[in-house]
T-cell receptor, first 114, second 114 residues
């Protein structure tokens, strides 16, 4: 089955600087890669996703890059703000028809230092 | 985004009792819903895949008789923790996939078994 590794497990960034979180996956059949943000005690929220037919996607301060050959994808947050502090999870899915399970990374606790 | 409602948000029960958690897709139909368990500071662990009108598919190590799942309609799945014990205390989250294959999560249920 799929195995997703996520690094780093914790990350502290000065406000205004950029943060990068990296994930690798093992199943070359995976073709959908969402990122979720989870604040303490709350539900994970989808913040951005990418499908395997593109290499990069951007939404305001958030971007995701995908390298299918190397089987890794990254989340980039620019101009970080205190409200970006949360736990971020990457995930990979082999079949994006909605009925295939996601495999999650272990999470990155991002702390933005004011 | 789509709305997934989960109730109750918090439940405290005595050891040996059963607890039912509901997960509803409010503005879309979901043939498949997923149930996760999350321990503090850890990633989401998939427990089972709930399929409308058929039996749930359980992940390895998850007791199907302990965690009963019913997906009676396209908008409702329930998870019943039977004969709950303190080790079942955890944060339980459901999710459902929309037609465009994005996954949205319920708000979670914090279960505390005394």
């Amino acid at each position: 089955g799929e195995n997703v590794e996520q690094h780093p497990s914790t990350l502290s960034v000065q406000e205004g600087d950029s943060a990068v979180i990296k994930c690798t996956y093992s199943d070359s059949a995976s073709n959908y890669f969402p990122w979720y943000k989870q604040e303490l005690g709350k539900r994970p929220q989808l913040i951005i996703d990418i499908r395997s037919n593109v290499g990069e996607k951007k939404d305001q301060r958030i971007a995701v890059t995908l390298n299918k050959t190397a089987k890794h994808f990254s989340l980039h947050i620019t101009e970080t703000q205190p409200e970006d502090s949360a736990v971020y999870f990457c995930a990979a899915q082999a079949n994006n028809f909605g009925n295939e399970k996601l495999t999650f990374g272990t999470g990155t606790r991002l702390t933005i230092i004011p | 985004g789509a709305v997934v409602s989960q109730h109750p948000s918090r439940v405290i029960c005595k050891s040996g009792t059963s607890v039912k958690i509901e997960c509803r897709s409010l503005d879309f139909q979901a043939t498949t819903m997923f149930w996760y368990r999350q321990f503090p500071k850890q990633s989401l662990m998939l427990m089972a895949t709930s399929n409308e009108g058929s039996k749930a598919t359980y992940e390895q190590g998850v007791e199907k008789d302990k965690f009963l799942i019913n997906h009676a309609s396209l908008t409702l799945s329930t998870l019943t923790v039977t004969s709950a014990h303190p080790e079942d205390s955890s944060f339980y989250i459901c999710s459902a996939a929309t037609r465009d294959e994005k996954l949205f999560f319920g708000s979670g249920t914090q279960l505390s078994v005394l």
